[in-house]
Protein backbone atom coordinates (compact mmCIF):
# COMPACT_ATOMS: atom_id res chain seq x y z
CA UNK A 1 0.00 0.00 0.00
CA UNK A 2 1.16 3.40 -0.63
CA UNK A 3 -0.23 7.13 0.59
CA UNK A 4 -1.40 9.52 -2.27
CA UNK A 5 -2.43 13.45 -2.46
CA UNK A 6 -5.99 13.98 -4.03
CA UNK A 7 -7.72 17.35 -4.79
CA UNK A 8 -10.86 17.21 -3.39
CA UNK A 9 -12.74 20.33 -3.68
CA UNK A 10 -11.69 23.32 -5.47
CA UNK A 11 -10.24 26.11 -3.24
CA UNK A 12 -11.83 29.39 -3.62
CA UNK A 13 -9.03 31.97 -2.00
CA UNK A 14 -6.50 30.28 -0.42
CA UNK A 15 -6.38 26.36 -0.51
CA UNK A 16 -6.84 25.00 2.83
CA UNK A 17 -6.34 21.52 4.05
CA UNK A 18 -9.85 21.04 3.73
CA UNK A 19 -9.21 21.12 -0.35
CA UNK A 20 -7.10 17.75 -0.12
CA UNK A 21 -7.07 14.19 0.99
CA UNK A 22 -4.72 11.35 1.76
CA UNK A 23 -5.55 8.30 0.31
CA UNK A 24 -4.79 5.16 1.02
CA UNK A 25 -4.14 3.00 -2.05
CA UNK A 26 -2.62 0.00 -4.26
CA UNK A 27 1.23 0.24 -5.57
CA UNK A 28 0.79 -0.64 -8.74
CA UNK A 29 2.45 -2.62 -11.95
CA UNK A 30 4.12 -2.11 -14.47
CA UNK A 31 3.01 -2.94 -18.12
CA UNK A 32 5.46 -3.55 -21.17
CA UNK A 33 6.85 -0.16 -21.64
CA UNK A 34 6.61 1.35 -17.91
CA UNK A 35 8.76 1.11 -14.46
CA UNK A 36 7.59 1.29 -11.34
CA UNK A 37 9.31 4.51 -9.55
CA UNK A 38 9.79 5.07 -5.84
CA UNK A 39 8.67 9.01 -5.15
CA UNK A 40 12.41 10.48 -3.55
CA UNK A 41 11.27 14.43 -4.31
CA UNK A 42 8.40 16.27 -5.22
CA UNK A 43 8.45 19.86 -6.38
CA UNK A 44 5.99 21.67 -4.78
CA UNK A 45 5.24 25.33 -7.41
CA UNK A 46 3.00 28.20 -7.33
CA UNK A 47 1.59 27.33 -10.60
CA UNK A 48 0.16 24.34 -9.61
CA UNK A 49 -2.62 26.83 -7.67
CA UNK A 50 -4.10 28.10 -11.32
CA UNK A 51 -4.48 24.07 -11.60
CA UNK A 52 -7.03 23.82 -8.75
CA UNK A 53 -9.12 26.03 -10.67
CA UNK A 54 -11.20 24.98 -13.36
CA UNK A 55 -11.14 27.54 -16.14
CA UNK A 56 -9.16 27.64 -19.26
CA UNK A 57 -5.26 27.78 -19.08
CA UNK A 58 -2.28 26.86 -20.88
CA UNK A 59 -2.00 23.91 -18.93
CA UNK A 60 -5.71 21.43 -17.77
CA UNK A 61 -6.88 21.67 -14.63
CA UNK A 62 -6.83 19.18 -11.85
CA UNK A 63 -9.42 16.74 -12.15
CA UNK A 64 -11.37 16.63 -8.54
CA UNK A 65 -10.66 13.54 -6.48
CA UNK A 66 -7.25 12.97 -9.17
CA UNK A 67 -4.14 12.70 -7.68
CA UNK A 68 -1.99 16.18 -8.34
CA UNK A 69 1.08 15.95 -9.86
CA UNK A 70 4.23 18.40 -10.68
CA UNK A 71 7.33 17.32 -11.05
CA UNK A 72 9.01 14.63 -9.26
CA UNK A 73 12.47 13.08 -8.97
CA UNK A 74 12.55 9.02 -8.46
CA UNK A 75 14.50 5.71 -8.43
CA UNK A 76 13.37 3.03 -10.71
CA UNK A 77 12.47 0.06 -8.49
CA UNK A 78 10.70 -1.85 -11.53
CA UNK A 79 11.10 -1.92 -15.06
CA UNK A 80 9.39 -3.29 -17.63
CA UNK A 81 11.72 -1.36 -20.37
CA UNK A 82 14.70 -1.36 -22.23
CA UNK A 83 15.14 2.18 -21.70
CA UNK A 84 15.56 1.90 -18.08
CA UNK A 85 16.95 -0.32 -15.38
CA UNK A 86 16.57 -0.79 -11.31
CA UNK A 87 17.73 1.99 -9.45
CA UNK A 88 17.85 4.81 -12.53
CA UNK A 89 17.33 7.83 -11.19
CA UNK A 90 14.75 9.80 -13.65
CA UNK A 91 12.44 12.61 -13.49
CA UNK A 92 9.05 13.20 -14.97
CA UNK A 93 5.78 14.95 -14.19
CA UNK A 94 4.44 12.06 -11.72
CA UNK A 95 1.38 12.39 -8.80
CA UNK A 96 1.81 13.23 -5.77
CA UNK A 97 2.22 9.66 -4.11
CA UNK A 98 4.69 7.41 -2.97
CA UNK A 99 5.26 5.13 -5.73
CA UNK A 100 3.87 5.70 -9.56
CA UNK A 101 3.78 3.21 -12.37
CA UNK A 102 4.99 5.48 -15.87
CA UNK A 103 5.06 5.14 -19.52
CA UNK A 104 8.78 5.34 -20.51
CA UNK A 105 8.23 7.88 -22.78
CA UNK A 106 6.94 10.54 -19.65
CA UNK A 107 10.80 10.59 -17.71
CA UNK A 108 14.21 10.68 -18.38
CA UNK A 109 17.19 9.46 -16.68
CA UNK A 110 19.11 11.86 -14.86
CA UNK A 111 22.85 12.40 -13.87
CA UNK A 112 23.26 12.34 -10.24
CA UNK A 113 27.29 12.76 -10.71
CA UNK A 114 26.76 16.04 -12.61
CA UNK A 115 24.78 17.49 -9.61
CA UNK A 116 22.64 16.55 -6.59
CA UNK A 117 19.80 15.11 -7.55
CA UNK A 118 17.32 17.74 -6.56
CA UNK A 119 18.77 20.33 -9.04
CA UNK A 120 17.24 18.75 -11.39
CA UNK A 121 14.16 20.01 -9.83
CA UNK A 122 15.53 23.80 -9.81
CA UNK A 123 18.26 24.90 -10.98
CA UNK A 124 18.82 22.12 -13.60
CA UNK A 125 14.82 21.59 -14.01
CA UNK A 126 11.74 23.56 -15.03
CA UNK A 127 12.42 26.49 -13.18
CA UNK A 128 16.53 27.07 -14.18
CA UNK A 129 14.56 26.80 -17.94
CA UNK A 130 12.06 29.19 -16.78
CA UNK A 131 14.48 31.85 -16.04
CA UNK A 132 16.88 31.06 -18.72
CA UNK A 133 14.44 31.58 -21.51
CA UNK A 134 12.02 34.27 -19.80
CA UNK A 135 15.40 36.34 -19.76
CA UNK A 136 17.16 35.60 -22.64
CA UNK A 137 14.16 35.17 -25.03
CA UNK A 138 12.25 37.79 -24.13
CA UNK A 139 14.39 40.39 -21.74
CA UNK A 140 17.47 40.46 -23.53
CA UNK A 141 19.82 41.96 -21.41
CA UNK A 142 22.14 44.12 -22.19
CA UNK A 143 25.63 44.61 -20.47
CA UNK A 144 25.01 47.69 -17.90
CA UNK A 145 21.31 47.82 -18.46
CA UNK A 146 19.24 47.41 -15.60
CA UNK A 147 17.52 44.61 -14.48
CA UNK A 148 14.62 44.19 -12.09
CA UNK A 149 13.31 40.79 -10.81
CA UNK A 150 10.36 40.52 -8.48
CA UNK A 151 10.33 37.31 -6.36
CA UNK A 152 13.91 37.44 -6.60
CA UNK A 153 14.33 35.06 -3.43
CA UNK A 154 12.27 32.23 -5.06
CA UNK A 155 13.13 29.24 -7.72
CA UNK A 156 13.00 31.45 -10.72
CA UNK A 157 13.79 35.04 -9.26
CA UNK A 158 17.11 33.55 -7.98
CA UNK A 159 18.43 31.89 -11.42
CA UNK A 160 17.02 35.23 -13.00
CA UNK A 161 19.12 37.56 -11.11
CA UNK A 162 22.52 35.38 -11.77
CA UNK A 163 22.05 35.43 -15.17
CA UNK A 164 21.72 38.64 -15.95
CA UNK A 165 24.39 39.50 -14.10
CA UNK A 166 26.66 37.12 -16.42
CA UNK A 167 25.31 39.12 -18.90
CA UNK A 168 26.56 42.19 -17.30
CA UNK A 169 23.66 43.79 -16.48
CA UNK A 170 22.25 45.74 -12.83
CA UNK A 171 20.35 43.62 -11.05
CA UNK A 172 18.06 45.05 -8.68
CA UNK A 173 15.86 41.88 -6.74
CA UNK A 174 12.68 42.48 -4.96
CA UNK A 175 11.91 40.26 -1.86
CA UNK A 176 9.80 39.94 1.40
CA UNK A 177 12.75 39.71 4.17
CA UNK A 178 15.80 40.95 5.40
CA UNK A 179 17.40 37.38 5.21
CA UNK A 180 16.34 37.06 1.45
CA UNK A 181 17.91 40.62 0.76
CA UNK A 182 20.88 40.10 2.09
CA UNK A 183 20.85 37.01 0.46
CA UNK A 184 20.61 38.39 -3.01
CA UNK A 185 23.48 41.19 -1.95
CA UNK A 186 25.86 38.98 -0.49
CA UNK A 187 25.17 35.39 -1.41
CA UNK A 188 23.86 35.85 -5.55
CA UNK A 189 25.81 39.14 -6.30
CA UNK A 190 22.41 41.35 -6.50
CA UNK A 191 23.57 44.90 -6.97
CA UNK A 192 20.64 46.07 -4.70
CA UNK A 193 17.36 44.94 -3.37
CA UNK A 194 14.48 45.62 -2.14
CA UNK A 195 12.18 44.36 0.83
CA UNK A 196 8.83 44.91 -0.33
CA UNK A 197 6.93 44.03 3.34
CA UNK A 198 9.25 46.77 5.00
CA UNK A 199 9.98 49.58 2.45
CA UNK A 200 8.29 51.83 -0.22
CA UNK A 201 8.32 49.93 -3.40
CA UNK A 202 8.07 52.73 -5.13
CA UNK A 203 10.70 55.08 -3.24
CA UNK A 204 12.63 52.23 -3.14
CA UNK A 205 13.05 51.41 -6.74
CA UNK A 206 13.58 55.15 -7.68
CA UNK A 207 16.58 54.84 -5.52
CA UNK A 208 18.01 51.90 -6.33
CA UNK A 209 17.67 52.56 -10.49
CA UNK A 210 18.98 56.09 -10.93
CA UNK A 211 18.84 54.73 -14.44
CA UNK A 212 15.35 53.17 -14.41
CA UNK A 213 14.71 49.80 -16.21
CA UNK A 214 15.55 48.19 -18.98
CA UNK A 215 14.09 44.48 -18.02
CA UNK A 216 11.91 43.86 -15.18
CA UNK A 217 11.09 39.94 -15.09
CA UNK A 218 7.62 39.82 -13.68
CA UNK A 219 6.88 36.72 -11.13
CA UNK A 220 4.12 39.03 -8.59
CA UNK A 221 2.25 41.32 -10.45
CA UNK A 222 -0.16 43.85 -8.06
CA UNK A 223 1.27 46.35 -6.69
CA UNK A 224 4.91 45.58 -7.14
CA UNK A 225 4.27 45.09 -10.84
CA UNK A 226 2.33 48.74 -10.56
CA UNK A 227 5.60 50.36 -9.12
CA UNK A 228 7.82 49.56 -12.23
CA UNK A 229 5.72 50.77 -15.07
CA UNK A 230 6.77 54.83 -14.45
CA UNK A 231 10.35 53.78 -14.24
CA UNK A 232 10.53 52.02 -17.62
CA UNK A 233 12.60 52.97 -20.57
CA UNK A 234 12.99 53.32 -23.97
CA UNK A 235 12.12 49.77 -25.51
CA UNK A 236 11.56 48.04 -21.93
CA UNK A 237 11.13 44.48 -22.13
CA UNK A 238 9.18 42.52 -19.48
CA UNK A 239 8.85 38.57 -19.54
CA UNK A 240 5.66 38.24 -17.57
CA UNK A 241 6.64 34.51 -15.65
CA UNK A 242 3.57 34.17 -12.92
CA UNK A 243 1.73 36.76 -10.49
CA UNK A 244 1.47 35.22 -7.29
CA UNK A 245 0.18 37.93 -5.73
CA UNK A 246 -3.56 37.43 -7.34
CA UNK A 247 -2.90 33.46 -7.83
CA UNK A 248 -5.55 33.23 -4.71
CA UNK A 249 -7.58 36.27 -5.03
CA UNK A 250 -11.31 35.94 -5.11
CA UNK A 251 -11.97 38.75 -7.13
CA UNK A 252 -10.75 40.46 -10.33
CA UNK A 253 -7.36 41.76 -9.67
CA UNK A 254 -7.47 45.32 -10.72
CA UNK A 255 -4.59 47.89 -11.09
CA UNK A 256 -3.55 51.16 -13.33
CA UNK A 257 -3.90 50.42 -16.86
CA UNK A 258 -0.61 49.23 -18.46
CA UNK A 259 -1.32 50.04 -22.28
CA UNK A 260 -0.11 54.20 -21.68
CA UNK A 261 3.54 53.21 -20.12
CA UNK A 262 4.33 50.71 -22.99
CA UNK A 263 3.29 53.05 -25.68
CA UNK A 264 5.43 56.06 -24.23
CA UNK A 265 8.08 53.45 -23.91
CA UNK A 266 7.89 51.03 -27.15
CA UNK A 267 8.30 48.98 -24.14
CA UNK A 268 7.54 45.26 -25.15
CA UNK A 269 5.32 42.62 -22.88
CA UNK A 270 5.36 39.40 -23.05
CA UNK A 271 3.57 36.41 -21.33
CA UNK A 272 5.22 32.98 -21.62
CA UNK A 273 5.31 29.63 -20.13
CA UNK A 274 8.39 26.96 -20.53
CA UNK A 275 6.20 24.77 -21.94
CA UNK A 276 6.84 27.45 -25.18
CA UNK A 277 10.65 26.47 -25.46
CA UNK A 278 10.05 22.31 -25.48
CA UNK A 279 12.27 22.38 -28.76
CA UNK A 280 15.02 24.26 -26.91
CA UNK A 281 15.43 22.48 -23.80
CA UNK A 282 18.74 20.55 -24.59
CA UNK A 283 20.26 24.08 -25.45
CA UNK A 284 18.90 25.98 -22.19
CA UNK A 285 19.84 22.62 -19.78
CA UNK A 286 23.30 22.68 -21.35
CA UNK A 287 24.01 26.45 -20.55
CA UNK A 288 23.01 25.82 -16.84
CA UNK A 289 24.69 23.25 -15.93
CA UNK A 290 28.28 24.78 -17.92
CA UNK A 291 27.16 27.51 -15.08
CA UNK A 292 26.71 26.14 -12.14
CA UNK A 293 30.13 23.62 -12.87
CA UNK A 294 32.17 26.61 -13.49
CA UNK A 295 30.55 28.16 -10.57
CA UNK A 296 28.46 31.21 -11.85
CA UNK A 297 25.23 29.69 -10.53
CA UNK A 298 24.19 28.92 -6.89
CA UNK A 299 21.41 27.70 -6.35
CA UNK A 300 19.14 27.80 -2.76
CA UNK A 301 16.44 24.81 -1.81
CA UNK A 302 13.67 24.59 1.39
CA UNK A 303 13.81 21.26 1.82
CA UNK A 304 10.49 19.93 3.57
CA UNK A 305 10.65 16.41 5.09
CA UNK A 306 7.96 13.61 5.18
CA UNK A 307 5.48 12.88 2.23
CA UNK A 308 2.44 14.49 4.94
CA UNK A 309 3.66 17.39 4.92
CA UNK A 310 3.42 18.16 0.82
CA UNK A 311 0.38 20.12 1.68
CA UNK A 312 2.20 22.29 4.43
CA UNK A 313 5.15 22.65 1.74
CA UNK A 314 2.79 23.87 -1.05
CA UNK A 315 0.94 26.08 1.12
CA UNK A 316 3.90 28.36 2.39
CA UNK A 317 4.79 29.12 -0.75
CA UNK A 318 1.92 32.02 -0.61
CA UNK A 319 3.20 32.94 2.75
CA UNK A 320 6.81 33.47 1.54
CA UNK A 321 8.02 30.70 3.15
CA UNK A 322 10.83 29.64 0.21
CA UNK A 323 14.22 30.45 -0.04
CA UNK A 324 14.87 29.14 -3.84
CA UNK A 325 13.70 25.73 -4.76
CA UNK A 326 10.53 24.42 -2.36
CA UNK A 327 10.92 20.82 -2.35
CA UNK A 328 9.70 17.68 -0.22
CA UNK A 329 11.71 15.16 0.36
CA UNK A 330 9.20 11.43 0.28
CA UNK A 331 12.64 9.03 0.77
CA UNK A 332 16.12 8.74 -0.02
CA UNK A 333 17.64 7.60 -2.75
CA UNK A 334 19.54 4.10 -2.51
Same mark, same amino acid.
Given at each position: ?????????? *???????????????? =???????? /???????????????????? !????????????????????????????????? +? =? #????????????? @???????????? &???????? #?????????????? +????? @? +?????? #?????????????????? @????????????????????????????????????????? &?? *???? +?????? /??? %???? !??????????????????????? %???????? /???? $????????????????????? %????? $? !???????????????????????????? $?? @??????????? /?????
Amino acid at each position: MQKQIKLVKR *PVGTPTYDNFEFVDTH =IGEPDEGE /VLIRTNYISVDPYLRGRMND !AKSYIPPFELNSVISSGVIGQVVESKSSKFQKN +D =I #VTGPLGWQEYSVA @KDSSIRKIDADL &APATAYLS #VLGMTGLTAYFGLL +DIGQP @K +DGETVV #VSGAAGAVGSIVGQIAKI @KGAYVVGIAGSDEKTAYLINELGFDAAINYKTQDVRTALSE &AC *PKGI +DVYFEN /VGG %EIGD !AILPLLNKFARIPVCGAISSYNN %EEVDLGPR /VQGY $LIKTSSLMRGFTVGDYTQRFK %EGSQA $L !AGWLQDGKLQYEETITDGFDHTIDAFLD $LF @KGGNLGKAIVK /VSDIE
